[in-house]
Every structure is written in structure tokens, then in C-alpha cells.
DNA sequence: GCCCAGGGTGTTT
DNA sequence: AAACACCATGGG
């Protein structure tokens, strides 16, 4: 039902970590700590605090959308049992379009080593920089961080964001296009960058992100096939294909 | 040393 | 519109 590694390691959000089975992270200025075990047996937390059973999107049927998609083809079937407890999680609209602003022509452990050290330096106790903190921090200072040549685009974005031109809640409810389309004004987010903002960070999951992993698979499993082949479902999909082609040995 | 990584921009054909 | 160089950085 849930997976936390197959969650939480799964690409999509890049501030939790494991140890000894343990994970631990913040989420919106609270923390959290839980162990498989506890999910397991029902004991965690997580079941009984509104924030948490919206942050791991306990609320969808996540059984039914993988039979629906396993029905459409081999592939995604295995790709599905192999992500199984895998959740498209519901976190805060900033951190995943900071975060994967930070991700372009990158790789995930450098990415979160630079998350990492965006929080020391701008956030507060542990929390995601606030865009406004990012927005006056000095680009050398950026780039000494481990950005290179995102410096700039991470603070196009924050720019965007505290001068309103990006506006979370408008982009919650609006057509997707319509959203997308606004993403990619921002200089250094193309389409990846935005669908990945939408559906990580506003549960469209609709939307179906193209990384270098899923054009590979997409050529290799689904030939002449685009993300209308998965349905309203596609982003699901998306994140399930993605972490079982990551694990896989090809 | 080269190639790759949850890409995007700007320029040239 | 398609191809291409270029962009920092660290790990394999």
C-alpha cells in the first residue's frame, strides 16, 4: 500500500533519507521520521495526520490505477509490480519546481547534494528555501554551491514567484496546457521542468515528464506510442516505468 | 581522458 | 523545424 523507497527513492523528491531502514525528512517544515515496519503494521503516524495522508496521497486507490494500467500492456504490468507501494507524493508547489529546476542535464545524488546544501544556506531550521531567500541570494554564492550553470535559472525562478507571474494556486485548477504554458516562460524550465513541477508538485497527473530514462523507454517498449497511451493516469504510469527502467539492468 | 546525468537556451542550417 | 554547440559539475 506503501512503499517507502519506492516512494521516497523514486526520483521525485530528493530531501529524505535511509538509514538502517529508517527514513527520515521535512516536509513543509515538519519532520518526520518511520520505518517500513511501522507502515507495515499500521502504526505510523502517517495514517492518522491529515498532512501526512495528503503528502503520501493515501487517499487514492493506487490498486485499482495499477490494474488499469497493467492491463495495457507487458511492460508497464511489470514495471507496476516491480514499483509496488510506489506513490505520487503531493509536496510543496516551490521545493519540486525549484527542486527540478535544479535537475536539468543532472544527475539524482548530485541533485540532492545541492538541495542539501540550498537548506543549510537559505533555509530555516532545516526547511526549503523560501522563494524570496533564493531570490536575494547572490548568484556567486549559487554557483559555489554546486549549481554551475543553473545559478541563474534558479533565481529566474524565484523571481517568478515572489513577483506573482507564477502563481501556484492559479496553476492548481487551470488547464493543464495553460499551466504548462506559463512554467516555461521562466527562463531555464522547458517542458520536462514543467510537467515534472505539475505533477510532483500539483498532483496533475495527467502529465507524463520525458527524461532521458522514459525517451529510452518509450523507444524501446512503445514504439510509435506517446503518454495518451496511459490515459488520465499518465504521470503514474510515468513513475512507475521510470523507477523500474533506474533499477533495472539494461 | 571520455561519457553520462529526471534539460534548456541560443544559433545555425 | 531540425540539428548543433554550449552550459558546470562529479561519478563511473
Not at 535511509?18 to 527520515?24: A, H, I, L
Not at 518511520?34 to 495522508?53: A, C, R, Y
Amino acid at each position: 500500500m506503501l512503499n517507502l523507497k519506492h516512494t521516497l527513492d523514486c526520483g521525485q523528491a530528493f530531501r529524505w533519507k535511509e538509514r538502517e531502514g529508517v527514513w527520515s525528512g521535512i516536509a513543509e517544515g515538519r519532520p518526520l521520521t518511520v520505518s517500513q515496519e511501522e507502515i507495515d503494521n499500521g502504526t505510523s503516524e502517517v495514517f492518522s495526520d491529515p498532512f501526512w495522508i495528503n503528502y503520501f496521497d493515501l487517499e487514492s486507490d493506487y490498486e485499482q490505477i495499477g490494474e488499469e494500467l497493467s492491463a495495457l500492456s507487458p511492460v508497464m504490468a511489470e514495471a507496476v509490480c516491480a514499483g509496488q507501494g510506489l506513490r505520487i507524493l503531493n509536496q510543496e508547489p516551490w521545493e519540486a519546481f525549484c527542486s527540478f529546476v535544479v535537475s536539468q542535464n543532472n544527475n539524482i545524488k548530485r541533485i540532492a547534494g545541492i538541495i542539501d546544501r540550498l537548506c543549510l544556506r537559505y533555509g530555516k531550521k532545516g526547511s526549503f528555501p523560501t522563494p524570496e531567500a533564493l531570490y536575494e541570494a547572490d548568484i556567486a554564492e549559487l554557483r559555489a554551491l554546486g549549481l554551475g550553470f543553473r545559478d541563474r535559472y534558479i533565481h529566474s525562478a524565484a523571481e517568478a514567484v515572489v513577483s506573482g507571474k507564477i502563481d501556484f494556486n492559479e496553476l492548481r485548477t487551470m488547464p493543464v496546457k495553460s499551466a504548462r504554458k506559463i512554467l516555461v516562460s521562466v527562463l531555464g524550465v522547458g517542458d520536462k521542468v514543467a510537467d515534472c513541477t505539475l505533477l510532483f508538485g500539483l498532483h496533475r497527473l495527467e502529465c507524463f515528464p520525458k527524461d532521458v530514462w522514459i525517451k529510452r523507454v518509450m523507444a524501446e517498449c512503445f514504439p510509435g506510442k506517446d503518454e495518451t497511451f496511459f490515459g488520465p493516469y499518465a504521470g503514474i504510469a510515468q513513475q512507475y516505468l521510470f523507477d523500474w527502467a533506474r533499477r533495472r539492468e539494461w
